[in-house]
């Protein structure tokens, strides 16, 4: 090896080897942030396949995600097919967690439930380090921590680039922020030659079509202050059950509201799902302290605690669309919130329709997880 030219200093070198350094542990870091193995497939679980089994376009792409299916027994009912959304937004993870703890609980004795926890995998690989959001975050079980990736709103840019500068949706023309191209929730119903997203999308939609999906829900969470939290909001196709299910939910401790999708506004799963198969289409959202722009510090207290003294403050002056006190909105309250409203759609399901009923047991129910703790309920 040569001798090292004489403008590179010492100290200089000092720094470059730091940084690399620095680079080498981010990068294990951040590889360790996309791995799949946090969801441990209960004994009700019948099969687990990947989205790409419906698009295999999508097989060996950051984009493919496990797909795990809950059926009833041979011989049994028929009864109908219901598939749950969680993941769709690495950074809302009750709905994520609401359907792990499906995955790990749930036994299917009529009908069928298809489970995605991690819609959007991409979203998992990376966070937004802009918002000093954490890369996990844990969950007290009796057997100890699990630990769970806080991922981002969007597919990862690593994987899907550039944005454009304005994102138009095919098929409507809406025109959107460039950055909108990478968010699942605005890619619907998908292309299979599209963007990544949109190929996602399309293999989501593809399943509904293809597995005769009768009611098909998206989990996701929101900010403290944005005016659709702590609500279903609903196709018109779908009105009449989410109606029964606001009723039956508001009776209870789960006071929740009840949105119509609007339909000038396109890509979102709601209205793509309800306009383009036969499937009835609502998305649930819960308060999420760790998305609001109010917030104080974001870390993974706050997303598991849900606590947050500014937040408070601000419900104090009115200036929040939920109630906000000391107690703020843990996980544990929000995953329940998520499994009570899938339950209670489950259940007004087969009311409405004999043949498309979903017999599901072993789920906790609202008031056991927030007793217990979401923890309890976790393989």
Known sequence: MGRLPSSVSRPGLIVVAVALA????SAGEFRAMGRSGEVRPGPGVTRVGRLSDTLPGLAGTPGDTPVYT?????????????LILGGTHGDEPAGYLAAVVLVETARVSTGKLIVIPRANASGFSYNVPQEAHPQRFEIATPRGP???????????????????????????????????????????PGRADGSLTEQIAFAITTLIRSEHVALAIDLHEAAPEYPVVNTIVAHERATELAALVNLELSGSAVTIGLEPSPKTLHGLSHREWGDSTDTLAVLMETANPAQGRLRGRTDAALVVSGRDR???????????NVPFDDHGWPINLRVARHVAGVTQFLTDLGMLDETKAISVAGVPAYDEIVARGLGAYLR
Not at 22 to 25: G, N, Q
Not at 70 to 82: D, I, N, R, S
Not at 165 to 176: D, I, M
Not at 310 to 320: I, T
């Open 70 to 82: 809950l059926a009833a027994p041979a011989g049994t009912v028929p009864g109908g097919t219901a």
């Open 22 to 25: 620095v680079s080498a542990l």
């Open 146 to 188: 699990r630990s769970f990736t806080f991922g981002a709103r969007a597919t990862n840019p690593v994987h899907q680039w550039p944005d454009p500068q304005v994102y138009t949706h095919r098929g409507s023309g809406q025109a959107l922020s460039g950055t909108e191209t990478r968010n699942l929730n605005r890619a619907y």
């Open 310 to 320: 500014y937040f408070a403050a601000a419900a104090r002056r009115g200036r929040l």
